[in-house]
């Protein structure tokens, strides 16, 4: 059974950065575009970024892009969140997520259509 298991997250100042790491288990994951999504108490997990199968198109909500960079590395089964000039509004538990369906061209950023999550991990920007 493929699992998702996220790191890289913790405390930080306001303008540093954490780069965030999702590793997978099993043979599939390069087959698959992959996502990553933040929720924040009290709001409804919301989309940050995804990028397809073979890393060819990555995607981002706009409150994040400059800042957020999204990549993978199939051989090593890992998708990774580089996020730079954090601020405290991007506070929250950030999860990845596999798509649906294999092979996607543009991966949706509808947490529905992510069918296998991680557990999350803690992001907190300080101001």
């Known amino acids: 059974q493929v699992q998702l298991v996220e790191s890289g997250g913790g405390l930080v100042q306001a303008g540093g950065s954490l780069r965030l790491s999702c590793a997978a288990s099993?043979?599939?994951?390069?087959?698959?575009?992959m996502g990553w999504f933040r929720q924040a108490p009290g709001k409804e997990r919301e989309f940050v970024a995804c990028?397809?199968?073979?890393?060819?198109?990555?995607y981002y909500v706009d409150s994040v892009k400059g800042r957020f960079t999204i990549s993978r590395d199939n051989a090593k089964n890992t998708v990774y969140l580089q996020m730079n000039s954090l601020k405290p509004e991007d506070t929250a538990v950030y999860y990845c997520?596999?798509?649906?369906?294999?092979?996607?061209?543009?991966?949706?950023?509808?947490?529905?259509?992510?069918?296998?999550w991680g557990q999350g991990t803690q992001v907190t920007v300080s101001a």
């Open positions: 997520a596999r798509d649906r369906y294999p092979a996607s061209v543009v991966p949706s950023t509808t947490p529905g259509e992510y069918e296998l």
């Open positions: 099993g043979r599939t994951f390069s087959a698959y575009a």
């Open positions: 990028i397809t199968w073979n890393g060819g198109r990555t």
